[in-house]
């Protein structure tokens, strides 16, 4: 039972653009959120997080935005940069627990 | 700052060869630590995480151990490896407790067993 989903494995986009990755969840009681940046070869960079009390959190050119009605999340990176091309993964979590779910990732290009 | 540590980068290693990988974290006491690997165009699959010295908690009982010897040093060990352990193996580390917070990973292993 994968508990959070990345349904689209890749994604392009025009440097310039709004870069949207998505992922969706089916435990109700995950209440932390995460997005990780992965380049090949390295370890994952955290990128933002956000808590079930929010519905957007921002930083820089990342803005997160939680659905718990929809038990859906999304990463919007403006302007999308081609150095912004990794693989993305989102990731959740919720309080008393030590463990982080993760999904199996979406490709971004960022095409010059 | 914190940094995390992980050695060696890449190992090839034999089939039934034993290993030995270690992550040491710099800069934060009493941290939690894990192990995940990442087969070959796959997710993150958490093996071992710890929240304390000598406690070990396995999601994926397999032929491989991990140890914690001290307050951040983790170690990811087999007695004999086989074909399905190549992968990227990732530590990680976050905030000792049980409130969620943001988990920092180090740069990987690459393991390829021949």
């Known amino acids: 039972d994968q508990q959070v989903k990345q349904n689209s494995p890749s994604l392009s986009v025009q440097e310039g653009r709004i870069s949207i990755l998505n992922c969706d969840y089916t435990?109700?009681?995950?209440?932390?959120f995460l997005w990780y940046k992965k380049y090949p070869a390295e370890g994952p960079t955290f990128l933002i997080s956000?808590?079930?009390?929010?519905d957007k959190n921002e930083d820089g050119r990342f803005t997160v935005f939680l659905n718990k009605s929809a038990k859906h999340l999304s990463l919007h990176i403006v302007p999308s940069q081609p150095g912004d091309s990794a693989v993305y993964f989102c990731?959740?979590?919720?309080?008393?627990?030590?463990?982080?779910?993760f999904g199996t990732g979406t490709r971004l290009k960022v095409l010059a | 700052s914190q940094t995390i540590h992980q050695w060696p980068a890449t190992l090839v290693q034999p089939v039934g060869s034993p290993l030995s990988l270690e992550c040491t974290v710099e800069g934060t006491s009493n941290p939690n630590l894990y192990w995940y690997r990442q087969a070959a165009g796959r997710g993150l699959q958490l093996l071992f995480y710890s929240v304390g010295i000598g406690q070990i908690s396995s999601e994926v009982p397999q032929n491989l151990s991990a140890s914690r010897p001290q307050d951040r040093q983790f170690i990811l060990s087999s007695k004999k490896l086989l074909l399905s352990d190549s992968g990227f193996y990732l530590c990680?580390?976050?905030?000792?407790?049980?409130?969620?917070?943001?988990?920092?990973f180090g740069p990987g292993t690459r393991l390829t067993v021949t």
């Open positions: 956000i808590s079930s009390i929010k």
């Open positions: 990731a959740a979590s919720h309080s008393g627990t030590y463990k982080y779910i």
């Open positions: 435990n109700s009681m995950f209440d932390y």
């Open positions: 990680a580390w976050r905030s000792g407790g049980t409130v969620p917070s943001e988990q920092y």
